[in-house]
């Protein structure tokens, strides 16, 4: 684009608000300030982002990174009443940088055809593309806009993820199993009959159901309890608790130790957790399951275990000084509840 101003442009950008946007919000702005400085009309804009892309492609060799959201982003904003040209710059752009994000809104405009083009794109020879076919349609995908219809009714995501269950791919294979615990959070039932189904079938597949049943699997969902063989047993005992760190200062962590010991005349598989019952700004405690380890644990054995949990400030939590308790989770079984108490720093 000759006439475009690059000077006028960098300074649009770079205004009084940059330094304090978020991630998702500097794209948006970039995008908006793009839309400022190029031409009139959306397909000879998305024309010129397309030939930018492939210039980067061909003279740079490489993936976009996170400073490329704003490509997707454009046509989230400007695209959406040009469905055919949108979805077909999507195909392209994402084997660059992902259209995630920037699907979901014309899942919602256009939902049949939306959700079709995305079987289709099940099949694409690019795994980045097969990829977008079933992160793009997640019903809680991170971040993003929501789909409730598809939380409601979860019918129209299922053809794509047996298509791509078994994929070449590992990329695609874990977006599998992201989209099948998005949706065990509001339809469990509808993955329990597809671990039922999927079990067995390869080595992939085994990861990706166990992969997508981890919300239930911390929610000691008694059927996928079953299915894994964690049904739980009084063969298991869990002794000397203890906190090391009864006093827990902000930006340090919580150390603490206990035994788990299998009293059965024969190996147990155990799934070990703890459940930390964070303190929230109404004074109620919330809890959040942390995975320990899953593994076999012989006939007559005592084992001590010795864990740390951070509490470091993230952007991601706010910590509430005050009391916490913390308990620890045996094959879906809790037991044993200990106080700590929470400082500031």
């Not at 740079?60 to 490329?68: A, D, F, H, L, W």
């Not at 409730?148 to 695609?172: M, N, R």
């Not at 294979?173 to 039922?196: Q, T």
């Not at 405690?285 to 470091?312: D, H, N």
Request: glycine letters at 4%; hydrophobic letters at 40%.
């Amino acid at each position: 684009m000759p006439s475009f101003e690059r000077d006028l442009f960098m300074e649009q950008i770079f205004d009084r608000e940059w330094d304090n946007k978020e991630l998702k919000a500097r794209a948006r702005h970039v995008s908006m300030v793009l839309k400022d400085n190029m031409f009139e009309d959306y397909p000879r804009n998305l024309e010129a982002i397309l030939k930018m892309i492939r210039f980067i492609r061909k003279n740079k060799n490489r993936k976009g990174g996170i400073e490329s959201m704003f490509f997707p982003d454009f046509i989230e904003c400007f695209g959406l009443d040009h469905y055919q040209i949108s979805i077909e710059a999507m195909e392209e752009i994402t084997m660059y940088f992902s259209c995630e994000f920037a699907i979901r809104p014309f899942i919602l405009k256009y939902p049949e055809k939306t959700m079709q083009q995305m079987l289709l794109w099940a099949s694409h020879h690019h795994p980045l593309v097969r990829r977008l076919s079933t992160e793009g349609c997640r019903p809680r995908l991170p971040w993003a806009m929501s789909l409730p219809f598809l939380k409601k009714d979860p019918s129209p995501v299922l053809a794509i993820l047996e298509k791509l269950k078994d994929d070449a791919a590992e990329t695609v294979r874990r977006s599998v199993a992201n989209n099948l615990n998005d949706i065990a959070k509001d339809n469990p039932e509808v993955v329990i009959g597809i671990v039922k189904k999927w079990q067995g079938i390869s080595k992939e597949t085994d990861w990706v159901v166990k992969h997508g049943s981890r919300t239930l699997l911390k929610q000691a969902n008694p059927a996928i309890m079953e299915i894994f063989g964690l049904s739980a047993t009084t063969d298991i005992k869990v002794t000397d608790f203890t906190i090391e760190s009864p006093l827990v200062k902000i930006g340090s962590s919580l150390i603490f130790s206990f035994k788990v010991a299998n009293n059965s005349k024969k190996d147990q598989l155990i799934r070990l957790e703890y459940g930390l019952y964070y303190l929230k700004a109404n004074g109620s405690l919330a809890r959040k399951v942390f995975k320990i380890s899953e593994k076999i644990y012989p006939a007559g054995s005592e084992t001590m275990v010795v864990r740390k949990q951070s509490f470091k400030i993230i952007t991601t939590r706010v910590f509430h000084p005050g009391l916490h308790k913390l308990s620890i989770i045996t094959n879906g079984q809790e037991s044993i509840l200990k106080e700590f108490s929470l400082n500031p720093e």
